[in-house]
Protein backbone atom coordinates (compact mmCIF):
# COMPACT_ATOMS: atom_id res chain seq x y z
CA UNK A 1 0.00 0.00 0.00
CA UNK A 2 1.21 3.69 -0.77
CA UNK A 3 1.63 5.55 1.84
CA UNK A 4 0.67 9.21 2.66
CA UNK A 5 3.80 10.91 1.20
CA UNK A 6 3.38 8.71 -2.25
CA UNK A 7 -0.45 9.51 -2.84
CA UNK A 8 1.00 13.47 -2.62
CA UNK A 9 3.50 12.93 -5.02
CA UNK A 10 1.42 10.88 -7.28
CA UNK A 11 -1.16 13.29 -6.92
CA UNK A 12 1.07 16.13 -7.85
CA UNK A 13 2.78 14.43 -10.42
CA UNK A 14 -0.68 13.29 -11.92
CA UNK A 15 -1.76 17.33 -11.74
CA UNK A 16 1.79 18.44 -13.38
CA UNK A 17 0.87 15.99 -16.00
CA UNK A 18 -2.29 17.48 -16.85
CA UNK A 19 -1.36 20.79 -17.02
CA UNK A 20 1.62 20.36 -19.08
CA UNK A 21 -0.16 18.36 -21.71
CA UNK A 22 -3.28 21.45 -20.93
CA UNK A 23 -0.31 24.18 -21.63
CA UNK A 24 1.41 22.46 -25.00
CA UNK A 25 -2.20 22.20 -26.17
CA UNK A 26 -2.81 25.87 -25.40
CA UNK A 27 0.76 26.93 -27.12
CA UNK A 28 -0.13 24.91 -30.35
CA UNK A 29 -3.31 26.38 -31.12
CA UNK A 30 -1.66 29.90 -30.09
CA UNK A 31 1.11 29.09 -33.10
CA UNK A 32 -1.31 27.53 -35.70
CA UNK A 33 -3.42 31.03 -35.15
CA UNK A 34 -0.40 32.84 -35.59
CA UNK A 35 1.61 30.98 -38.25
CA UNK A 36 1.80 32.65 -41.49
CA UNK A 37 -1.33 32.34 -43.11
CA UNK A 38 -3.29 30.53 -40.48
CA UNK A 39 -4.23 26.67 -40.27
CA UNK A 40 -6.49 26.91 -43.47
CA UNK A 41 -3.03 27.71 -45.08
CA UNK A 42 -1.13 25.44 -43.62
CA UNK A 43 -3.79 22.58 -44.32
CA UNK A 44 -4.78 23.19 -48.07
CA UNK A 45 -0.52 24.55 -48.97
CA UNK A 46 0.53 28.08 -49.60
CA UNK A 47 -0.46 28.11 -53.51
CA UNK A 48 -4.12 27.51 -52.73
CA UNK A 49 -7.41 29.25 -53.84
CA UNK A 50 -8.45 32.38 -51.72
CA UNK A 51 -12.02 30.67 -51.96
CA UNK A 52 -11.19 27.46 -50.36
CA UNK A 53 -8.46 29.20 -47.75
CA UNK A 54 -12.02 31.01 -46.55
CA UNK A 55 -14.08 28.02 -47.54
CA UNK A 56 -11.75 25.75 -44.61
CA UNK A 57 -11.95 28.12 -42.34
CA UNK A 58 -15.34 29.02 -42.24
CA UNK A 59 -15.92 24.87 -41.90
CA UNK A 60 -13.37 24.59 -39.14
CA UNK A 61 -14.50 27.59 -37.04
CA UNK A 62 -11.11 29.30 -37.74
CA UNK A 63 -12.99 32.65 -38.54
CA UNK A 64 -14.17 32.63 -35.14
CA UNK A 65 -11.93 35.10 -32.00
CA UNK A 66 -9.07 33.17 -31.22
CA UNK A 67 -10.88 32.81 -27.55
CA UNK A 68 -13.95 31.49 -28.94
CA UNK A 69 -12.13 28.83 -30.52
CA UNK A 70 -9.89 27.68 -27.44
CA UNK A 71 -13.06 27.60 -25.45
CA UNK A 72 -14.84 25.14 -28.02
CA UNK A 73 -11.65 23.00 -27.56
CA UNK A 74 -11.70 22.74 -24.55
CA UNK A 75 -14.58 21.61 -24.09
CA UNK A 76 -14.71 19.25 -26.66
CA UNK A 77 -11.84 18.00 -24.94
CA UNK A 78 -13.30 17.41 -21.49
CA UNK A 79 -15.66 15.58 -23.23
CA UNK A 80 -13.36 13.32 -24.54
CA UNK A 81 -13.04 14.63 -28.59
CA UNK A 82 -9.62 14.81 -29.62
CA UNK A 83 -10.51 16.02 -32.81
CA UNK A 84 -9.90 15.31 -36.58
CA UNK A 85 -6.90 14.51 -38.17
CA UNK A 86 -7.16 16.20 -41.52
CA UNK A 87 -4.49 14.45 -43.12
CA UNK A 88 -6.05 11.20 -42.43
CA UNK A 89 -9.08 12.07 -42.53
CA UNK A 90 -9.99 10.07 -39.46
CA UNK A 91 -11.26 11.12 -35.22
CA UNK A 92 -7.46 11.65 -33.29
CA UNK A 93 -8.63 9.21 -31.17
CA UNK A 94 -9.10 6.29 -33.67
CA UNK A 95 -5.46 6.98 -35.26
CA UNK A 96 -4.08 6.64 -31.63
CA UNK A 97 -5.69 3.45 -30.61
CA UNK A 98 -4.71 2.20 -33.83
CA UNK A 99 -1.31 2.38 -33.45
CA UNK A 100 -1.25 2.10 -29.80
CA UNK A 101 -0.04 -1.68 -29.95
CA UNK A 102 2.88 -0.65 -31.36
CA UNK A 103 4.18 1.76 -29.21
CA UNK A 104 5.07 -1.08 -26.46
CA UNK A 105 7.75 -2.75 -28.90
CA UNK A 106 8.56 0.72 -30.23
CA UNK A 107 9.98 1.74 -26.67
CA UNK A 108 11.32 -1.14 -25.93
CA UNK A 109 13.39 -1.80 -28.78
CA UNK A 110 14.98 1.95 -28.41
CA UNK A 111 15.71 0.64 -24.71
CA UNK A 112 16.96 -1.96 -25.25
CA UNK A 113 19.61 -0.22 -27.89
CA UNK A 114 20.15 2.62 -26.05
CA UNK A 115 20.71 0.28 -22.62
CA UNK A 116 22.98 -1.41 -25.01
CA UNK A 117 24.59 1.32 -26.63
CA UNK A 118 25.19 2.92 -23.27
CA UNK A 119 26.94 0.29 -21.79
CA UNK A 120 29.42 -0.56 -24.28
CA UNK A 121 30.34 3.05 -24.42
CA UNK A 122 30.58 3.16 -20.62
CA UNK A 123 32.62 0.15 -20.60
CA UNK A 124 35.08 1.65 -23.27
CA UNK A 125 35.20 4.63 -22.16
CA UNK A 126 35.96 3.46 -18.72
CA UNK A 127 38.75 0.92 -20.37
CA UNK A 128 40.35 3.55 -22.43
CA UNK A 129 39.52 6.35 -21.01
CA UNK A 130 42.12 8.96 -23.04
CA UNK A 131 42.28 7.09 -26.26
CA UNK A 132 40.47 8.26 -28.95
CA UNK A 133 38.06 5.35 -30.15
CA UNK A 134 35.67 6.39 -26.49
CA UNK A 135 36.27 10.04 -27.51
CA UNK A 136 34.37 8.82 -31.04
CA UNK A 137 31.66 6.31 -29.09
CA UNK A 138 30.83 9.05 -27.25
CA UNK A 139 30.25 11.46 -29.47
CA UNK A 140 28.25 9.33 -31.78
CA UNK A 141 26.22 8.44 -28.42
CA UNK A 142 26.03 12.50 -28.12
CA UNK A 143 24.00 12.80 -31.59
CA UNK A 144 20.59 14.13 -30.97
CA UNK A 145 18.14 11.11 -32.14
CA UNK A 146 15.95 13.68 -34.71
CA UNK A 147 19.24 14.57 -36.90
CA UNK A 148 19.57 11.10 -37.80
CA UNK A 149 16.26 10.95 -39.41
CA UNK A 150 15.72 9.49 -42.61
CA UNK A 151 17.03 12.18 -45.63
CA UNK A 152 13.57 13.03 -46.66
CA UNK A 153 13.04 14.63 -43.18
CA UNK A 154 15.93 16.77 -43.52
CA UNK A 155 14.99 17.83 -46.77
CA UNK A 156 13.19 21.32 -48.02
CA UNK A 157 9.82 18.59 -48.08
CA UNK A 158 7.78 19.50 -45.66
CA UNK A 159 7.48 17.52 -42.17
CA UNK A 160 4.10 15.53 -43.70
CA UNK A 161 6.38 13.91 -45.90
CA UNK A 162 8.85 12.43 -43.46
CA UNK A 163 6.22 11.86 -41.07
CA UNK A 164 4.02 10.10 -43.84
CA UNK A 165 7.71 8.30 -44.25
CA UNK A 166 7.88 7.27 -41.20
CA UNK A 167 4.37 6.17 -40.55
CA UNK A 168 4.05 3.81 -43.60
CA UNK A 169 7.84 2.31 -42.51
CA UNK A 170 6.48 1.92 -38.90
CA UNK A 171 3.49 0.29 -39.78
CA UNK A 172 4.30 -1.49 -42.73
CA UNK A 173 2.10 -0.34 -45.18
CA UNK A 174 2.35 1.16 -48.87
CA UNK A 175 2.10 4.77 -48.66
CA UNK A 176 -1.45 6.34 -50.32
CA UNK A 177 -0.68 7.44 -53.99
CA UNK A 178 0.24 10.77 -54.69
CA UNK A 179 2.62 11.08 -51.52
CA UNK A 180 6.06 12.38 -51.54
Known amino acids: MIGGNGVRFLTRRVAFGLFAV ?3 ASLALVLARNAAGGPAVAL ?3 HAAAGEV ?4 SRLGLDRPAVE ?5 LARLAAGDLGWFWREQAPVASLILERLPLTPLLMGTAASLA ?4 TAIGVALSAYPRR ?3 G ?4 L ?9 HPRCSSSRSASACSQWLDCKTLARPPRAGSP
Not at 54 to 57: D, L, Q
Not at 69 to 73: E, F, I, N, S, T
Not at 115 to 118: D, E, K, Q, R, V
Not at 136 to 139: G, N
Open 44 to 46: LGE
Open 132 to 134: WPA
Open 136 to 139: VLAA
Open 22 to 24: FAL
Open 69 to 73: VWLAW
Open 115 to 118: LGAG
Open 54 to 57: EEIA
Open 141 to 149: HAVPPYSLA
